[in-house]
């Protein structure tokens, strides 16, 4: 069974975020109650017309320039044509022949070595409605109508699912720092297709879909489960044939939707309606400019302020996070002790009540006020967390808090002075921890404690001890 290849080629949707829909006026929000973002173009009325919005190609451009491809100035639309109760104009449009992306990549790194996911094509479409089975029935919702998406098609270069979720990841990650898309998978909007062929030679094997993925982690599951269906099947001496399957995430395992007999014939021909669409260099370079700032020079930025590789990863995992983190980046303030506090206590209290940070008191001087304070020792994380409430629950300076809890937080050099009189005070004390007694340094620890009514902030306790006792 190790003789076997396994390839994979991914297909994933997704929409794109812009006011309304890509051929109507409808506001672009299908999870809101069904049917209310609606109008003809949408349920496909005899004699009505698209209008192409302008938005659409903006995030399309924006998508094609982040994953390296090459733009496609001079496109058109075409009408696949099929009938299904989701379509009522009997075609969907969308880009066959002239897709505005081709032949880009995105590069991975797995097991240390730099990887290129070759990008097909992207090109431009129109969503159909959500259909919902219920009992014996089948529910329209004609909101996703004519919701825009770009389908971002790979080239066969993916091994392993493992080079699959890495590349979804990435793909993801990308998307949401240009703005191209909120990429929310467990909403439908980024959705996933996978086409899977194992061979023993160089010739690539018989190719199965398998669709309705709801998860990146749920894609590993369809591929593994897949990559073992197809090679048993081949052990036992059955001959594959192209099929379309359905993960099941119950089982973890590819369930039969219909078997592919002969290519779908979906007989494109250009949209009529919509004329040939021209882009000049001029206009291209200028949608780029406004692409924001990405996920890679976030990235750099961070390792330079010092910042951990883990609590990067971890910051560009929460977009708010980063945009808020970002609004710093030209303060003069320490980013370390930022996104610790951004990633920790704070994200801790915002989780707790369900709020953004914008929605609190917890303003901008108030952040780089903490932030410094923290960073010159003249306040300490147990006495943050002590009136975290109150700065973000009311407009008190953090001063004014301190008072109002009677807390009086010791500076350095008055915690330097303390221990400098406990040391010369302790002196047969001093002489038994320099022979080598490491259990008298925790009393030195308790009668500063002592001295300053537990208000001292307890690591740098340590840390002042240690050098005036190692004079």
């Known amino acids: 069974m190790s003789n076997y290849t396994t390839t994979v080629g991914i297909e994933v949707h997704v929409e794109l975020k812009t006011k309304t829909k890509i051929f109507s006026s409808s506001k672009n929000d299908y999870a809101n109650m069904a049917n209310t973002h609606v109008n003809v173009i949408d349920l496909g009325?005899?004699?009505?017309?698209?209008?192409?919005?302008?938005?659409?190609?903006?995030?399309?451009?924006?998508?094609?320039?982040?994953?390296?491809?090459?733009?496609?100035?001079?496109?058109?639309?075409?009408?696949?044509?099929?009938f299904y109760p989701d379509l009522p104009k009997g075609y969907q449009i969308t880009q066959a022949r002239t897709p505005i992306g081709t032949d880009g990549y995105v590069e991975i790194e797995i097991d240390g070595k730099k990887k290129k996911i070759g990008i097909h094509d992207i090109h431009i479409e129109e969503d159909t409605c959500k259909s919902i089975h219920y009992n014996n029935s089948s529910l329209l919702d004609f909101n996703r109508s004519g919701v825009p998406l770009i389908e971002i098609v790979t080239k066969p270069d993916i091994s392993s699912s493992k080079e699959a979720i890495l590349y979804l990841e990435k793909l993801r990650e990308l998307l949401l720092y240009a703005d191209i898309s909120d990429c929310k998978i467990e909403e439908g909007s980024m959705r996933c297709d996978v086409n899977v062929s194992v061979s023993k030679t160089s010739k690539l094997g018989t190719k199965i879909e398998v669709k309705n993925i709801g998860s990146i982690s749920n894609v590993k599951l369809a591929i593994d489960s897949e990559e073992k269906r197809q090679i048993a099947l081949l052990e036992q001496g059955n001959t594959l044939k192209e099929e379309t399957r359905r993960f099941d995430e119950k089982t973890s395992s590819t369930i039969l939707m219909r078997v592919k007999e002969t290519g779908n014939d979906y007989r494109y021909f250009p949209e009529a309606d919509i004329p040939y669409l021209c882009l000049d260099q001029e206009y291209i370079d200028e949608v780029i400019k406004e692409i924001p700032m990405l996920s890679s020079k976030r990235r750099e930025l961070y390792l330079k302020a010092g910042i951990s590789e883990i609590n990067v990863n971890k910051i560009l995992q929460n977009r708010a996070i980063s945009d808020y983190l970002n609004r710093y980046l030209d303060k003069n303030i320490n980013l370390v002790i930022a996104s610790n506090l951004l990633l920790g206590d704070i994200a801790s209290y915002l989780n707790k009540m369900n709020v953004t940070i914008d929605e609190t008191h917890f303003n901008m001087d108030k952040f780089i006020k903490v932030v410094n304070m923290l960073d010159n020792k003249d306040l300490s994380s147990k006495v943050f967390k002590e009136i975290l409430v109150d700065l973000f629950?009311?407009?008190?300076?953090?001063?004014?808090?301190?008072?109002?809890?009677?807390i009086v937080e010791i500076k350095v050099d008055d915690l330097k002075k303390i221990i400098k009189n406990i040391i010369d005070n302790n002196t047969a004390n001093v002489l038994e921890y320099k022979n080598g007694n490491d259990r008298i340094f925790k009393y030195f620890i308790g009668q500063v404690m002592k001295e300053t009514k537990g208000s001292a902030d307890p690591?740098?306790?340590?840390?002042?001890?240690?050098?005036?006792?190692?004079?």
């Open 459 to 471: 690591i740098l306790v340590n840390q002042l001890l240690l050098e005036e006792l190692n004079k």
């Open 45 to 82: 009325y005899p004699g009505t017309l698209p209008t192409l919005n302008k938005e659409v190609i903006r995030k399309a451009i924006m998508a094609s320039y982040i994953l390296n491809c090459d733009i496609n100035k001079k496109m058109h639309f075409d009408r696949k044509n099929y």
């Open 393 to 406: 629950e009311t407009d008190n300076d953090i001063n004014d808090l301190l008072v109002k809890h009677g």
